[in-house]
């Protein structure tokens, strides 16, 4: 399984940007693709997750709100719409794969990820 995350980039606070990120490879092995970011300095930590199939969707209580996650099933994409960005969502964010449904929000129970895109957000 491949994933290949786009969309960062800089933004102001107040403004928005949305991530995508495209699986390829043995796609049918993933139930759960899920969204991570890790600010300099700090742990790698969970943002948000999607099931494949019933597309139910669980959020950090930092982004609730704030970020959307949906999925293209057909585009085998995952999807990052983030609003109203506060510098505190600076980071380098990353789509994960994994296998099964128990512990949606370990880090540890992911076992494909991307390479990560940059999100600047300014005040």
């Known amino acids: 399984v491949q994933l290949v995350e786009s969309g960062g980039g800089p933004v102001q606070a107040g403004g928005s940007l949305r991530l995508s990120c495209v699986t390829t490879g043995h796609t049918f092995a993933n139930d759960a693709m899920g969204w991570f970011r890790q600010a300099p300095g700090k742990e790698r930590e969970f943002v948000a997750v999607?099931?494949?199939?019933?597309?139910?969707?669980m959020y950090a209580d930092s982004v609730k709100d704030r970020f959307t996650i949906s999925r293209d099933n057909a585009k085998n994409t995952v999807y990052l719409q983030m609003s109203r960005l506060t510098p505190g969502d600076t980071a380098v964010y990353y789509c994960a794969a994994r296998t099964g449904l128990v512990g949606l929000r370990s880090i540890h129970e992911y076992a494909y990820w991307g390479q990560g895109t940059q999100v600047t957000v300014s005040s």
């Open positions: 999607i099931t494949w199939a019933e597309g139910v969707a």
